[in-house]
């Protein structure tokens, strides 16, 4: 078991960046796959991006490709999620999930995922 905070959520403009961090505790978070989904109000949680437990596999969500990017560094047991050329639809509460995993990741779905944070609100203007 892992605990995950997020940080890095906020209020910007459509066109601008954000960059979310996932904090982990525990000694054995390099051994597991990571994941950023995304809730707003009323709709299921949806899949954002995920990383496998090296950081050698990655896979975004089309809706996010091109301009989100996700990343990991074992050595501070934190994974990233990169906002770029944010819009209004990308408003939502993001979640960092993890789960162990030694494949090559491509975890899409919550039920992958056994260990999450709290979240962490992103809200872009128009």
């Known amino acids: 078991q892992v605990q995950l905070v997020e940080s890095g959520g906020g209020l910007v403009q459509a066109g601008g960046s954000l960059r979310l961090s996932c904090a982990a505790s525990?000694?054995?978070?390099?051994?597991?796959?990571v994941g950023w989904f995304r809730q707003v109000p009323g709709k299921d949680r949806e899949f954002v991006a995920t990383?496998?437990?090296?950081?050698?596999?990655?896979y975004v969500a089309d809706s996010a490709s091109g301009r989100f990017t996700i990343s990991r560094d074992n050595a501070k047991n934190t994974v990233s999620l990169q906002m770029n050329s944010l819009k209004p639809e990308d408003t939502a509460v993001y979640y960092c999930?993890?789960?162990?995993?030694?494949?090559?990741?491509?975890?899409?779905?919550?039920?992958?995922?056994?260990?999450w944070g709290q979240g962490t609100q992103v809200t872009v203007s128009s």
């Open positions: 525990g000694r054995s978070f390099g051994t597991y796959a």
């Open positions: 990383i496998s437990w090296t950081g050698g596999s990655t």
């Open positions: 999930a993890a789960t162990k995993d030694y494949g090559l990741g491509y975890l899409t779905r919550t039920d992958d995922y056994d260990n």
